[in-house]
């Protein structure tokens, strides 16, 4: 048995500005999705056996292209994404091979820098029964919601609270299903499987595992790489 890496990668990254797609901008020299597929090979103990990626349509040759010299053995499938997140998912869910793959792991291109020890600590919650699982860190700040006039309307307790982030990893049914549905508003894949009434297992993630959104993180992903390379 081995496990399937799912990117989405087909953002625009309007947020982080520039001419091209997010996952293609370059920190290092390399892109984002250079980064994270190098980062997600470097864990052997996680047995990927098959890459899908979902990038911009249009942009499947290429990405294909440039991606080849860093899968390794494994397989690499490139899929057009879709309008939002989920869309981009799904499509890529369906590349998946159904035999062979006790674990799928969706993994955000933005999330270039997740060092080795979270994906594997994911695959092996998987691994070890928990149906869906996510890395998560504590939150720094006080988090507290608002109406729609920017009044607040309560302060949840921080104690109780985690910010996520990805490879989320699930048994493959399951992911199957939950994508099989309605995935309105689901700003992950943890979400959607919370919809089916599932319990969702969470494992300690890391600060090097933050999403590149804003251009301030790209000097951020610069410092960690080079840190890394010291
Ligand atoms: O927009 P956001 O930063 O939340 O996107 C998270 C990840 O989902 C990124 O890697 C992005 O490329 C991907 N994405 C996608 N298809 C979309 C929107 C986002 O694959 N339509």
Not at 66 to 83: E, S
Not at 85 to 96: N, Q, T
Not at 170 to 177: H, Q, S, T, Y
């Amino acid at each position: 048995m081995s496990t399937a890496a799912i990117i989405p990668a087909a953002g625009l990254g309007l947020r982080l500005g520039g001419e091209a797609p997010k996952a293609l901008r370059e920190v290092g020299g390399e892109s984002l999705l250079v980064h994270a597929v190098r980062g997600l090979s470097a864990a052997t103990a996680a047995g990927l056996s098959c890459f899908v990626i979902a990038v911009p349509p249009g942009t499947e040759d290429a990405v294909g292209k440039l991606l080849g010299p860093y899968a390794g053995a494994a397989d690499l499938r490139i899929v057009a994404g879709g309008a939002e997140r989920a869309d981009s998912v799904r499509a890529a869910l369906e590349l998946v091979p159904v035999d062979g793959i006790d674990c799928v792991l969706v993994h955000d291109a933005a999330r270039s820098f997740v060092p080795v020890a979270v994906i594997e600590r994911v695959v092996a919650a998987v691994r070890g029964g928990a149906p869906a699982v996510v890395p998560v860190i504590p939150v720094t700040d006080t988090i507290k919601r608002v109406g729609a006039h920017g009044e607040v309307l309560e302060t949840p307790d921080r104690s109780a609270l985690v910010a996520v982030q990805t490879p989320q990893g699930f048994d493959p049914e399951l992911l199957r299903k939950a994508h099989a549905g309605n995935a309105d508003g689901a700003t992950d894949d943890a979400m959607l499987c919370e919809r089916l009434g599932i319990t969702v297992q969470t494992v300690e993630g890391s600060e090097d595992a933050f999403k590149v959104t804003r251009p301030r993180d790209l000097l951020l992903a610069e410092w960690i790489l080079a840190e890394r390379h010291q």
